[in-house]
Nanobody, 125 residues
Framework: QVQLVESGGGLVQAGDSLRLSCAAS????????TGWFRQTPGKERECVAA????????GYADSVKGRFTISRENGKNTVYLQMNSLKPEDTAVYYC??????????????????WGQGTQVTVSS
C-alpha cells in the first residue's frame, strides 16, 4: 500500500508559477511509476505528466509541454510538478498517482493503482 499526499496548490494569476509536491509513504521500497493528472468538473481526468522510477524518462501532455516539468527525489519519496506560465485553462484539481507494478506509467488512469486526494490549482486571468 502506498499513500500519496499532494501539496502546493493555490490561487495564482496568469503567468505565475507553482510547484506541486507529492509525498509518498507506506510501501515505498518498491520502484513505482508516478504521474500527475488534473480534472475539472464534468470532464475526465487527464494526465499532464508522467515520470519513470529513475527519473530518466518523462512525458507530457501537449497542452503543458514546455511549461510544466515533472521531477522526483526518491530519497525523499517525493515527486514534483513545476508549473510555469500558468494559464486560466490550467485551473483544475491536480492529482498524484503511483503504480508499483511498473517502472514507467502511461497517460491512462487505469495504469495507476494509488491516488492522492488532490490539490486545487486556480489561475485567474
Amino acid at each position: 500500500q502506498v499513500q500519496l499526499v499532494e501539496s502546493g496548490g493555490g490561487l495564482v494569476q496568469a503567468g505565475d508559477s507553482l510547484r506541486l509536491s507529492c509525498a509518498a509513504s507506506g510501501r515505498t521500497s518498491s520502484n513505482y511509476a508516478t504521474g500527475w493528472f488534473r480534472q475539472t468538473p464534468g470532464k475526465e481526468r487527464e494526465c499532464v505528466a508522467a515520470i519513470s522510477w529513475s527519473g530518466a524518462s518523462a512525458g507530457y501532455a501537449d497542452s503543458v509541454k514546455g511549461r510544466f516539468t515533472i521531477s522526483r527525489e526518491n530519497g525523499k519519496n517525493t515527486v514534483y510538478l513545476q508549473m510555469n506560465s500558468l494559464k486560466p485553462e490550467d485551473t483544475a484539481v491536480y492529482y498524484c498517482a503511483a503504480d508499483p507494478r511498473r517502472n514507467y506509467g502511461g497517460n491512462s488512469v487505469l495504469e495507476y493503482l494509488y491516488w492522492g486526494q488532490g490539490t486545487q490549482v486556480t489561475v485567474s486571468s
